[in-house]
């Protein structure tokens, strides 16, 4: 231990500054050199319209992910965050246009955003309950979660999409911060997106409940004789998701001005990807959440980069497999040097 | 060179940790054909000396000599293996769901000259081997179904099978009763007669006076003496195993012992704790003494509610207390040292600070907000307070050495101020100079009105830190010394 110790202590200390800088902010480092790459080699790539797109693409997805970024710290992971935005943003829909059963007035669209962000956070309470307190492995109890909103989804809208909602809601997905003065740049759900994400960064970097997830998710036995609830941050990692992913339905929702049972599709794949590429590690206890947004606007630019680049659409799902085991190859490197 | 006469000669096999010397300059004989016990204290260095014959370690220096060829060193369990040698660890190590006959042909199967398994072949050999040692067991039987001393029986088996020479068995009678163990002394009794040496690991001195021949001791990773067992008394061998000067300083003041501020009553757990009562007062330096699976680490998790009773009372500064988990004896004032630092004392990927803030957090909260401010304030004082040697506050604590790390946990406890601090072998492999300052601080604490319980195995420091010693042996209190009345030899004959 103490060879190892005094190693680190005689590394170049800028190396050493370099190599936790590349460590935190690969992602941000690899959006700059893709964005380099795609700038040369594609004519449509550095306008400001495409670029825009990125963003407002990774807005909904990164809301979602901040959710299961916040469970991967915990040492866990959620399958059914992508089918909770399917089956909540479904059931916001039915409940907006009032098509959920015969005889159905539609209701107020605030209200039924706050009826679905309940019903994701319910969802997460699920989770939660039964990884954290019955004890089931968090793969099984999410992945039965997972089937369960997607048969609701599947059940309340009869597999037919629906679409356009009152326009009380189009601000969200669709509309711009102040668009008199920065001229429609400034997507509300870029707004929303760095917003919980700066206010997730800070919860999690400065209050107790933050620290603890930290801690749970580093040494569960060590939190466990620290005196920390373990059950309980474990629970409301879950919650926390749930509601997030419910969230990312509304913005999703409020977007596409329609939904259908495939809204959120492998959102909880895409996640991860955007996590352990932002940094965060399948270990749990390691990494910053804002690393994930940027984590998922690389994989957003990889993606807007292969329709430039003219990529077959069915050979992408392919490419984001290997981007998948490249990333999880990379935080394995990473950790190993290390203990 | 004697071929004949001696099996295995150890001569100057020294082995090292970083910070421990766990082998110093171990030399005996072993001769051919008998049954060769070695007893010693926990850390004398007995697992060490048989992992490095298992090949699982390489010793540093020193020469092996192994029926008849010189200066051999087996650098894996396979070629230690090859050389004759088996070994029926503490630990069961079969295979769950394969049969009795599978595990004992496992990693050694017979084929057929078509190139497939000979099931029938292994399992008549199997059959064989069971029969010749008196012994019913089904060879088709899932060794799951066994109980433990059949397992064990049946790993025996798997050693005879590899035709070894030498059968090395590590502390095998823990888990037997007195009629299995009766079954178990007659199956190594046959297998000397036939001509196999055993070397047998125990800490029943009972034992070793009925079954073996001979009796090596270690301490301290030093060889004490090799002597025929005929030849000893218990009290000797005791005296052998325990003999030292109580060369360390150990800071202990006299102060004023209060009030009773623990007490235990009738605590049991199906299988684990047996009736255990006693107390503790305020100001006092508690020791709990007694071998490894005596149950001194339950009792801690019984009495602080990580674990719950099957019956039996705890009160606490004259209250009865009903913890229904580690936090709640946390808030009431109690604390904990864990026995694994590494696993459950530390985030080894956090820093020293983040450590040390765990358990009370609140100190460096306010209005909700985690203050670095505080972190950093508190940090460098209790890391001070310990004397932890470290580049920076924010060094990760999996770089620290055994003893720092240990440091880091103590300090983490003292910052949460706990009325009453059970430490569980707190100074376990760590080196001189942090056991002093974890024994300082034990000290320091007592004076300021804490009271501290101190769970160990070596006696010396329970010796020259406790006012009280309870001695524990298989989940039973044995025994209670005072200061003036303990010394080794008695601890150690309520320990065994």
């Known amino acids: ?197 700066i206010f ?55 977007r596409l001005n329609s939904v259908a049972i495939t809204n959120g599709q492998s959102y909880e794949f895409d996640a991860v990807i955007g996590s352990i590429i932002g940094g965060i590690s399948l270990t749990g206890g390691k990494g910053r959440l804002i690393g994930t947004m940027f984590g998922i606007i690389f994989v957003m630019l990889l993606f807007n980069g292969m329709t430039q680049w003219k990529v077959d659409a069915f050979m992408q799902d392919v490419l984001k497999g290997i981007v998948l085991v490249i990333a999880v190859t990379l935080d394995v490197l990473r950790n190993r040097k290390r203990v | 060179m004697m071929e004949n006469e001696y099996i295995l000669r150890l001569q100057g096999i020294t082995k090292s940790f970083p910070g421990v010397k766990a082998l110093d300059g171990v030399s005996f004989d072993v001769k051919r054909g008998t049954i060769h016990a070695l007893v010693g204290e926990n850390g004398a260095g007995k697992s060490t000396l048989i992992k490095i014959l298992a090949g699982i370690y390489h010793a540093d220096e020193g020469a092996l000599h192994f029926n008849g060829r010189d200066n051999v060193a087996f650098r894996t369990p396979h070629e230690s293996h090859q050389a004759g040698i088996g070994v029926v660890h503490q630990e069961i190590k079969l295979a769950d769901p394969l049969t009795v006959a599978e595990n004992m042909f496992v990693g050694n199967l017979v084929y057929t000259k078509l190139g497939l398994i000979d099931w029938k072949t292994m399992k008549k050999r199997a059959r064989q081997i069971i029969r010749d040692l008196g012994i019913d067991i089904d060879v088709n039987a899932p060794v799951s179904a066994l109980s433990v001393a059949k397992q064990q029986i049946v790993e025996i088996c798997k050693a005879v099978n590899l035709e070894m020479k030498l059968l090395i068995m590590d502390e095998p009678s823990a888990t037997l009763t007195e009629r299995e163990l009766e079954i178990m002394f007659g199956i190594v009794r046959k297998l000397r007669d036939e001509g196999i040496t055993i070397i047998y690991i125990s800490h029943r001195l009972d034992e070793i006076f009925e079954l073996a021949d001979m009796v090596t001791v270690l301490r301290d990773g ?66 709990i003494s007694g071998l490894v699976d005596s149950g001194r680490t339950e009792l801690a998790r019984a009495i602080l509610g990580i674990d719950r009773l099957d019956s039996g009372e705890v009160f606490v500064r004259g209250k009865k207390v009903n913890y229904r988990g580690f ?70 604590v999996q770089f620290l050495s055994g003893g720092n790390q240990q440091k880091v946990v103590v300090a983490k406890w003292l910052m949460q101020d706990s009325e009453i601090l059970i430490l569980d072998e707190p100074t376990r492999g760590i080196d001189v100079g942090a056991k002093a300052e974890i024994y300082r601080l034990m000290t320091e604490m007592v004076k300021e009105g804490k009271t501290v319980i101190v769970i160990s195995s070596e006696m010396p420091e329970l010796l020259g830190m406790c006012d009280r010693i309870m001695v524990m042996h298989e989940g039973q209190k044995k025994g209670e010394l005072t200061r003036e009345e303990a010394n080794q030899e008695r601890i150690m004959a309520l320990c065994v």
């Not at chain 2, 307070?385 to 920076?392: A, C, D, I, T, W």
């Open chain 1, 200 to 254: 997730a960064q800070f919860i999690f970097t400065k209050t107790k409940l933050g620290r603890n997830i930290y801690a749970v998710g580093g040494n569960k036995e060590a939190a466990f004789f620290a005196g920390i609830n373990v059950k309980r941050y474990t629970f409301l990692a879950f919650v926390m998701a749930g509601f997030l992913a419910a969230f990312s339905g509304v913005v999703l929702m409020s």
């Open chain 2, 222 to 287: 030093k060889h004490i003496g090799t002597v025929p067992v005929s030849s000893v008394t218990r009290d000797r061998l005791i005296a052998m195993m325990v003999g030292r000067e109580l060369g360390q300083q150990y800071p202990k003041e006299e102060i004023a012992i209060g009030e009773t501020v623990l007490e235990a009553k009738g605590i049991v757990r199906r299988g684990v704790l047996k009736d255990i009562s006693f107390s503790v007062k305020k100001g006092e330096i508690f020791g």
């Open chain 2, 327 to 396: 936090r709640d004896a946390i808030h009431d004032g109690l604390g904990l040292i864990p026995e694994d630092r590494k696993k459950q004392g530390l985030v080894q990927i956090f820093d020293i600070k983040t450590n040390i803030c765990m358990v009370n957090l609140k100190k460096v909260i306010r209005a909700g907000i985690v203050r670095k401010r505080l972190v950093n304030r508190y940090g460098t004082e209790y890391a001070k307070k310990l004397r932890v040697v470290m580049p920076s506050l924010e060094t990760q």
């Open chain 1, 1 to 197: 231990m103490s060879q190892v110790g005094a190693r680190a202590a005689k590394e170049n200390p800028v190396l050493k500054a370099l190599s936790k800088f590349s460590k935190d902010f690969m992602s941000v480092l690899g959006i700059i050199f893709l964005g380099a790459i795609l700038s040369l080699t594609t004519e449509k790539f550095l306008q400001w319209d495409n670029l825009k797109l990125i963003l407002l693409q990774s807005s909904t997805v990164a809301i979602c992910a901040l959710g299961q970024a916040i469970i991967l710290l915990t040492g866990n992971f959620d399958l059914s965050l992508g089918r909770n935005v399917a089956f909540t943003s479904c059931l916001g829909a039915l409940l907006m246009k009032g098509m959920l059963y015969d005889g159905m007035a539609p209701m107020n669209p605030t209200l039924v955003i706050l009826i679905i962000l309940a019903a994701g956070t319910f969802i997460g309470v699920c989770n939660g309950l039964l990884t954290a307190y019955v004890g089931l492995p968090a793969f099984i109890a999410t992945l039965g979660l997972q089937n369960v909103c997607y048969g609701l989804a599947k059940v309340i809208t009869n597999a037919t999409p629906i679409a356009t909602f009152p326009n009380s809601i189009a601000w969200l997905g669709r509309g711009f911060a102040f668009p008199e003065i920065l001229k429609k740049n400034l997507p509300w759900c870029v707004v929303l997106m760095l917003g919980i994400y």
